[in-house]
T-cell receptor, first 114, second 113 residues
């Protein structure tokens, strides 16, 4: 089955700096790659996603890039703010062939210091 | 707020007992997914239902079962509970036509003593 690895496991940045989280996946047939933000005591919140026919997607301070050849994708957060502090998860999906299940990375604890 | 609701928020029970977790998907969503989040296993897919029918199973234990009702809400039943079943259980639902775009509920925290 699909396997997703995520790095780093913890990331500490100063307010205003950029943060980058990287993920690799094992199955080249994966075609959907969402990112989730999870705050303490809450469920994962979808923040951005990308499909395999697109190389990059932006939404305000957040961007995701996908390199299908290398089987990796990354989350970029610019101008970080203290409220960006949370655990971020990447995931991959093989689509309908796998029942649309999401396979998650291990998570990255992002801390933005004021 | 994702629009997915889960009850109860917290559940404390003893080993050997049985519990039922409930999930209501977003209005219009036909798919419901269940995931387990534990410290050692991370977020793991359990099962997917679409419009009342089981679509896919992950590493779901035989002691666990689920169903989706005609009104599209879903229940996850956990029986013969063990200490290791203590975890957060999340339900997600997906946009009709975009099955893998999933929105998560707030979760149920299960503690087995």
């Amino acid at each position: 089955g699909e396997n997703v690895e995520q790095h780093p496991s913890t990331l500490s940045v100063q307010e205003g700096d950029s943060a980058v989280i990287k993920c690799t996946y094992s199955d080249s047939a994966s075609n959907y790659f969402p990112w989730y933000k999870q705050e303490l005591g809450k469920g994962p919140q979808l923040i951005i996603d990308i499909r395999s026919n697109v190389g990059e997607k932006k939404d305000q301070r957040i961007a995701v890039t996908l390199n299908k050849t290398a089987k990796h994708f990354s989350l970029h957060i610019t101008e970080t703010q203290p409220e960006d502090s949370a655990v971020y998860f990447c995931a991959a999906s093989l689509g309908e062939t796998s029942g649309s299940r999401l396979t998650f990375g291990e998570g990255t604890q992002l801390t933005v210091n004021p | 707020d994702s629009g997915v609701t889960q009850t109860p928020k917290h559940l404390i029970t003893a080993t050997g007992q049985r519990v039922t977790l409930r999930c209501s998907p977003r209005s219009g969503d036909l798919s419901v997914y269940w995931y387990q989040q534990s410290l050692d296993q991370g977020l793991q897919f359990l099962i997917h239902y679409y419009n009342g029918e089981e679509r896919a199973k992950g590493n779901i234990l035989e002691r666990f079962s689920a169903q989706q009702f005609p009104d599209l809400h879903s229940e996850l039943n956990l029986s013969s509970l063990e200490l290791g079943d203590s975890a957060l259980y999340f339900c997600a639902s997906s946009v009709a036509g975009r099955a893998d775009t999933q929105y998560f509920g707030p979760g149920t925290r299960l503690t087995v003593l």
